[in-house]
T-cell receptor, first 109, second 114 residues
Framework: GQNIDQPTEMTATEGAIVQINCTYQ??????LFWYQQHAGEAPTFLSY??LDGLEEKGRFSSFLSRSKGYSYLLLKELQMKDSASYLC??????????WGAGTKLIIKP | IAGITQAPTSQILAAGRRMTLRCTQD?????MYWYRQDLGLGLRLIHY???????GKGEVPDGYSVSRANTDDFPLTLASAVPSQTSVYFC?????????????FGPGTRLTVL
């Protein structure tokens, strides 16, 4: 079967760095997406990885290792507005997205 | 530019009633999707459409139907609602270009079936 695993919840301090991990087992791989979802709102796109390595976008970076079925989202200089759920999704061989349950990130002052 | 709109924002529905959730996009995207999101579970694909005139079944299609008469609209119908269909429903769209095909989401419809 297809499976995406992420921690359910994480807590971090304002100004710090946090790493949210995602491991996956899917039928085929055509890329991995990270989305941010604030409570009561729609998911919004953060990043896309298809090749191994690190993609950096301002305070957010995303890493992929296809051989390990592993990705992480790194958030630097955390701000209170970063409190949200972070969703990992893998595009399978049919180009459909398989979604993890999301990681709720709580930022404390 | 609105992006993707969904209606209604929320709805309480009696079991057995028929309900259509509306979704409209103005980005001229080829592909559209319907997901449901339940606490503790990832987004689950209900139905999708790769282009106007075609539809396909996702992971959890039972009890739902869709149509894609044109590029912009992708309504989702619950023929006879049941309490297990209580959920938040998101419509999404994308270029449909295969990989790097980022999906953009509407604001969601919160549906309660009693």
């Amino acid at each position: 079967g297809q499976n995406i695993d992420q921690p359910t919840e994480m807590t971090a301090t304002e100004g710090a760095i946090v790493q949210i991990n995602c491991t996956y087992q899917t039928s085929g791989f055509n890329g991995l997406f990270w989305y941010q979802q604030h409570a009561g709102e729609a998911p919004t796109f953060l990043s896309y990885n298809v090749l191994d390595g690190l993609e950096e976008k301002g305070r957010f970076s995303s890493f992929l290792s296809r051989s390990k079925g592993y990705s992480y989202l790194l958030l630097k200089e955390l701000q209170m507005k970063d409190s949200a759920s972070y969703l990992c999704a893998v595009q399978d061989s049919n180009y459909q997205l398989i979604w993890g349950a999301g990681t709720k990130l709580i930022i404390k002052p | 530019i609105a992006g993707i709109t969904q209606a209604p924002t929320s709805q309480i529905l009696a079991a057995g009633r028929r309900m259509t959730l509306r979704c409209t996009q103005d980005m001229r995207h080829n592909a559209m999707y319907w997901y449901r999101q339940d606490l503790g579970l990832g987004l689950r694909l209900i139905h999708y459409s790769n282009t106007a005139g075609t539809t396909g079944k996702g992971e959890v299609p039972d009890g739902y139907s869709v149509s894609r008469a044109n590029t912009d609209d992708f309504p989702l119908t619950l023929a006879s609602a049941v309490p297990s269909q209580t959920s938040v429903y998101f419509c999404a769209s994308s270029d449909g270009a295969g990989n790097t095909d980022t999906q953009y989401f509407g604001p969601g419809t919160r549906l309660t079936v009693l």
